[in-house]
């Protein structure tokens, strides 16, 4: 489920608009924030390496190191996206 809604949520872009303004709402920014966290915080929770890796393909957990830590011990070591995940975490050091 967790996994859906990490698809689901990086397929909805931060092209919301207001009916007159090219800026977000203040309202839609913050529920997007809101959103972002609780996403994140059930990602790292569940610890399943399918929903983290769901996550940090969104735009929000690309760069988030304590994603790409959980996401690195929570693969397995025969696991393709292991050094790939390493391998970005590198270059965020």
Do not use: K
């Not at 790292?44 to 969104?58: H, K, Q, R, Y």
């Not at 988030?64 to 929570?74: S, Y």
């Not at 693969?75 to 996206?81: E, I």
């Amino acid at each position: 489920m967790v996994r859906c809604v990490c698809f689901q949520y990086s397929n909805c872009g931060p092209d919301i608009q207001t009916g007159t303004a090219s800026m977000p709402s203040t309202a839609i920014v913050e529920e997007r924030e809101s959103l972002t966290a609780q996403i994140r915080q059930v990602s790292l929770n569940s610890t399943d390496p399918d929903t983290l890796w769901s996550f940090w393909e969104t735009s929000c957990g690309a760069d988030d190191l304590e994603v790409l830590d959980t996401l690195c011990a929570a693969l397995d070591p025969a696991d393709p996206r292991l050094a790939v995940a390493r391998t970005h975490r590198s270059r965020l050091s």
